[in-house]
């Protein structure tokens, strides 16, 4: 099992994190820690040099800081990401979040901003990993202008049937989920009616824990694994034999 997705550099785990990295070492096989600004993707860097063949990075800028980023900002997260091309899995994380964001002038600054990150990802062929909340289906619209992004990830998709029926017609997408699906009805509902094969699942740590106080861990992975079996009555081990593999396919892990 593979945690594709969390942020175990955050300050939370500054305590234990030794302690959390073994609970997940003992459990999964990988973990992709995301990066969310200049400093968080430089301590993810040193996370995966520290648990070098466990742990793998992802550079990107969070949307919803993205929006009063200064061009100087985003323009050091690109060098960034050109200096560590033969480090990092994927670009991300990156996009734009519809939820928390609702001024038009900040949202088109987001775009502009994720626009770079997609234009980036084409020129050096690497996939993407997109924080899109609220705004999934205009995503899915922008994926077949970029021939040359390897793979699309929806991280934490939460959109709609429908988009998810079209993210399914592509042959380079995925959606993936977390432990959220342990508690939201929401969830639930979409991972019976979506394809394995367009699956992956992440924890998002800290966040999503099962309660608001709790504190998430990527060894937490476990459980969504066990729910989508549950919920699709299938074995465990075939949804972890499917999502393991398309994880590795998508970041070369
Ligand atoms: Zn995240």
Redesign the pocket.
């Known amino acids: 099992m593979i945690d594709t997705?969390?942020?175990i550099d955050f300050k939370d785990f500054d305590e234990d994190r030794e302690d959390v990295i073994k609970r997940a070492k003992d459990k999964l096989d990988n973990v992709v820690v995301?990066g969310?600004s200049n400093d968080s993707n430089m301590d993810v860097l040193q996370l995966s040099k520290d648990y070098e063949g466990f742990i793998y990075p992802t550079f990107g800028f969070?949307p919803v800081s993205s929006q009063n980023a200064t061009d100087e900002e985003i323009s050091i997260a690109h060098q960034n990401i050109v200096n560590h091309l033969d480090e990092i899995v994927a670009i991300g994380?990156v996009g734009m979040d519809y939820f928390y964001v609702t001024d038009k002038t900040l949202r088109e600054r987001q775009q502009e901003i994720f626009t770079g990150f997609l234009e980036l990802a084409n020129e050096y062929k690497k996939p993407i990993v997109m924080?899109v909340r609220d705004c999934e289906k205009k995503a899915v619209n922008i994926i077949p202008d970029y021939d040359d992004i390897p793979y699309f990830v929806f991280?934490?998709y939460g959109g709609s049937l429908k988009t998810a029926k079209r993210i399914m017609n592509m042959d380079n997408a995925y959606m993936s989920f977390s432990t959220m699906l342990c508690y939201s009805k929401q969830h639930q509902d979409l991972i019976e009616k979506i394809d394995l094969n367009y699956v992956l699942t992440e924890t998002?740590s800290p966040?999503l824990a099962m309660t608001k106080e709790e504190r998430n861990e990527p060894v937490n992975v476990v459980k969504a694994v066990h729910k989508i079996a549950e919920i699709k009555d299938i074995d465990v081990s075939i949804v972890d034999e499917i999502t393991t593999n398309n994880a590795r396919k998508i970041f070369k892990i």
């Open positions: 997705h969390c942020h995301s969310y969070h994380e924080h991280h934490c998002d966040y």
